[in-house]
């Protein structure tokens, strides 16, 4: 158990209409925390990491996942203060430090003394979000992944893992964590994608979801077929896919120096409503 006389400590069961009530107050940008709250249930000990709290007085005002990822909720430069020193006693065990960029970047700045240097920062990633049917047409020719397709869409995601992240989602265990994710998003219905011969031309996933809104993930053309205008169309496929059957809100976040996928989303009609920021371990 935290030290509770520090204002931070691991968050209960107990906790969870004070967690709700703070996710509550923006749960677009806070989708990915809102879902693992959602997936665990009645019981945050099933989300797959530990979740903090940081309060003033008997009120929660911040949050912090510490699990696979570090990612602050709603934190105060206080919280980011304490934050960091409850990461630095416990050391690093996560793969990315993520998030809105306010809290994320003086985050880092308290971590990066003894947990740096980095492989990567993305300092400045523009969360995007649209309520609107696409401003351009879908592609008719993108649609959910079939299991029985689960090969193909595994071999398109690990090269888009590695062009994205610079590093091997097989690394570590062969691919079998990674397949299995793929697999699950096929499973939900989740995996979207553009087939040519048995082949991946275009894909996305919707990554993340909650009944308030979804977040697109992965957007991947294949690189001999970039420049004939799949992009845009695919991604209207999924994010009017996903508004009429996930939730009302669609979002996705974007390196700021991928000026070509920025103009992609931009036709789509995603617009700027935050800034996030990654740093890669």
């Given at each position: 158990m935290l030290d509770t006389t520090e204002r931070v400590r691991l968050l209960r069961t107990s906790d969870l209409r004070a967690v709700r009530r703070l996710l509550d107050t923006d749960?677009?940008?806070?989708v990915f925390i809102d879902a693992r709250v959602r997936a665990a249930g009645s019981d945050l000990r099933r989300m797959g990491g530990q979740l903090w709290g940081y309060g003033e007085g008997s009120r929660l005002t911040s949050l912090c996942f510490a699990g696979a990822n570090l990612v602050p909720v709603a934190a105060t430069p206080t919280a980011v203060a304490a934050f960091a020193e409850l990461a630095l006693r416990y050391g690093r065990n996560c793969s990315s430090?993520?998030?809105?960029?306010?809290?994320?970047?003086p985050l880092w700045d308290a971590l990066a003394p003894t947990w740096g240097p980095a492989r990567g920062v993305r300092g400045e990633q523009p969360f995007l979000t649209t309520r609107d049917q696409p401003a351009v047409p879908a592609d008719p020719a993108v649609r959910r992944v079939r299991i029985?397709?689960?090969d193909a869409l595994y071999r398109a995601s690990v090269a888009f893992f590695r062009e994205e992240l610079g590093v091997s989602p097989e690394e570590r265990d062969g691919g079998a964590y990674y397949r299995a994710r793929v697999a699950e998003l096929i499973a939900r219905g989740h995996a979207f994608a553009r087939f040519e011969n048995g082949e991946v031309v275009f894909k996305a996933e919707i990554g993340v979801a909650?009944?308030?809104a979804?977040?697109?993930?992965?957007?991947?053309?294949?690189?001999d077929r970039r420049g004939e205008g799949l992009s845009a169309p695919g991604v209207a496929a999924v994010t009017a896919a996903g508004l009429r059957d996930v939730a009302p809100v669609a979002t996705l976040y974007v390196n700021d120096f991928n000026h070509a996928a920025r103009r992609t989303y931009a036709r789509v009609g995603f617009t700027h409503a935050d800034t996030f920021m990654t740093v890669l371990f």
């Open positions: 749960p677009v940008t806070n430090v993520w998030g809105p960029r306010d809290a994320v970047a029985d397709e689960l909650t009944p308030r979804f977040q697109i993930q992965g957007v991947w053309v294949r690189p």
